[in-house]
């Protein structure tokens, strides 16, 4: 029997979703839920209803796994605690500072239903949080440094999309070369979250709207801008569309660390991406955790988890017997 999954929301995340689904043997994709009027929602998918998101609590026998694809900066905190009241569901919640009371926020609402929710599925939080805890596991002596980019960031962008008299944006993430020359060295630098990384924000306005208000939002917005050098460009929506409409990302997880009595060895572990889709990536990350939700929700497990709570084996669609004989 095939997994059912359904999609919440149809933009960059849905869509990538929707084609993760497809490669995915194990799994059919039974509806499309959207805001917006599902007569105006066009997918790729042939056969599959997009439904009012309206409708959604009627759908609760019919879908083994909701995909939410809304944002961290105001969906997600909303949508995790209360659709995991309805369905099994993954997220993509990628403010790190918040993940904590996020957690605490589905785990309640999950419990309480019976219901497993997954938060914080993709590669950054993800699988970059898997590279430093293994990395922390196997080093405990010696320091982290994660570098994100160059590439565009998804849910930067899309807070940036949020402050009025914004039409559009792009945000790109940009590691600072001499930072990450410095770590692969084995020095140990102490960087501050300024001396890492860059922000780069290109942005079109609304018709009349107040540049110096949306400037100043962006560079001092919490968990999002405040903390790092920001430069803010202000174009054309034509410009937009013709220099920016990629979404490559990627980065880099490294520890430098030591063993031996007197700390004589050095090592480096270092865990990259390059990735020509930010979102299509994302999602098939996310298509793998809702493999491994259906089968823990199979269980009888309910709550919340993070990717660090679940064992590699639930995420594939191989039986154990085939992972011990060809990947392990």
């Not at 194990?26 to 599959?48: H, N, Y």
């Not at 860059?198 to 709207?209: H, I, K, N, Q, Y």
Request: proline share 4%.
């Amino acid at each position: 029997m095939s997994i059912r999954i359904g999609i919440l929301g149809y933009g960059n995340l849905g869509r990538g979703v929707e084609c993760a689904v497809e490669a995915n043997p194990d799994m059919e994709l039974v509806a499309v839920f959207t805001r917006r009027d599902p007569a105006s929602v066009k997918i790729w998918s042939q056969g599959v209803p997009v439904v009012s998101v309206k409708d959604v609590a009627d759908w609760q026998d019919k879908i083994d796994v909701m995909i939410l694809c809304g944002g961290s900066a105001t969906d997600l905190p909303k949508q995790t605690p209360e659709y995991v009241k309805y369905f099994n569901v993954i997220d993509s919640f990628d403010t790190h500072a918040r993940i904590p009371e996020h957690f605490a926020d589905v785990d309640k609402a999950a419990k309480e239903s019976g219901h497993l929710g997954i938060i914080s599925v993709g590669w950054d939080p993800g699988l970059f949080s898997l590279a430093r805890v293994y990395s922390n596991a196997i080093l405990p002596d010696g320091k982290d440094y994660t570098f994100w980019g160059k590439g565009v960031s998804q849910g930067h962008s899309d807070a940036i999309r949020r402050i009025k008299g914004v039409k559009d944006a792009k945000q790109y993430t940009v590691p600072v070369e001499s930072a990450l020359e410095a770590v692969r060295s084995g020095s140990n630098p102490e960087l501050t979250t300024r001396e890492k990384h860059t922000r780069e924000c290109f942005v079109v306005l609304e018709d009349g709207a107040d540049a110096a208000y949306v400037e100043n939002a962006i560079k001092t917005m919490p968990n999002y801008f405040d903390e790092y050098d920001t430069t803010v460009h202000f174009i054309s929506e034509e410009e937009l569309q013709r220099d920016h409409s990629g979404l490559a990302h990627g980065g880099f997880v490294i520890r430098s660390g030591a063993t031996g009595h007197e700390k004589e060895h050095k090592h480096i572990i270092e865990f990259s991406l390059k990735l020509d889709s930010n979102p299509e990536f994302t999602t098939s990350v996310l298509v793998a955790y809702a493999r491994a939700a259906y089968r823990l929700a199979k269980e009888g497990q309910t709550g919340c988890r993070t990717v660090l709570d679940i064992a590699p084996a639930y995420l594939c669609a191989q039986s154990g017997e085939e992972l011990r004989a060809h990947l392990l």
